[in-house]
């Protein structure tokens, strides 16, 4: 099939692209994400999905840059986290819808769309607004859960030197990727201190069991010194005598 592959970024296209094409797919690759934020994110992001592109001899298509297009349909949802998923759907019907049409005028037989190889993406709707975006034009919504070789895809991407995103790509997501990074560090530091309080007690007990040997130690090693000074000390008095 001449398929279209909506791509979020370089590493995870890696999975996505390589199984599709061992399924015969002739593919090109949509790079159509005013998502991404800021624009030199949104550049760095590109430039890394292009090298890779060619490295393997697969042609990229971009579609323009229009974060303000984002900003009035998905960003109206804001920052409120009960808000997120709906956040997160209408900015995959942004890209998709524009990837469709794109497909739909270049004479593409379906699209298929590398978001469903993230653990942190919703699943579901990505496969909803797939069929959603490609049922007007007749196309061929080509949906696979990728999200079993997101683990290869990290490996992969890391042994290729690829620059690795810390969030997923809008403002607010880098936000929220900040804060539930310190709140995993808060809460890796707070289990090790509950850890150590839990250890105090058999620490110290350790602590005065090697103190108590030190001190029997000191006290046997500091006998012997007296008994090795009287020793000493008789072992001349009785050449003296023997001399006299």
């Known amino acids: ?15 996505p692209l390589r199984l599709l094409l061992e399924a015969g797919h002739d593919i090109t690759i949509a790079y159509m994400n005013s998502n991404i ?40 949802y804001g920052t409120d986290p009960d808000a997120r998923p709906d956040r997160c759907r209408a900015c995959y019907r942004l890209r998709l819808e524009e990837a469709a049409r794109y497909a739909a005028e ?4 379906g699209l298929a769309t590398t978001l469903s190889v993230s653990p942190y993406q919703y699943i579901d709707e990505i496969g909803e607004e797939l069929a959603v975006a490609c049922a007007p034009y007749a196309l061929e919504p080509v949906f696979q ?7 290869e895809a990290t490996r ?18 880098k936000v929220e990727a900040a804060e539930e990074r310190e709140q995993r560090k808060a809460e890796r530091a707070a289990a090790k201190a509950a850890k150590e309080a839990a250890e105090a007690p058999r620490r110290a007990a350790e ?5 108590r ?6 006290a046997y090693n ?20 023997a001399a006299e």
């Open 106 to 109: 270049h004479g593409f037989e």
């Open 37 to 76: 934020h800021p624009a030199a994110e949104y550049d760095r992001r590109l430039q890394t999905m292009l090298e890779f592109a060619e490295s393997q001899g697969i042609a990229v298509v971009e579609g323009p840059y229009e974060p303000q297009a984002w900003a009035n349909a998905a960003g109206v």
């Open 156 to 173: 992969r991407s890391k042994a290729l030197g690829m620059y690795r995103q810390n969030y997923c790509g809008c403002a607010f997501s």
């Open 1 to 15: 099939m001449k398929l279209l592959l909506h791509a979020c970024c370089g590493p995870c296209s890696l999975e």
């Open 145 to 151: 859960d990728f999200r079993e070789q997101y683990p």
């Open 207 to 211: 602590e005065a069991e090697r103190a």
């Open 222 to 241: 500091e006998k012997r010194q007296r008994q090795r000074a009287l020793l000493k000390k008789m072992k001349e008095e009785a050449k003296r005598q």
């Open 213 to 218: 040997n030190r001190a029997e130690k000191q």
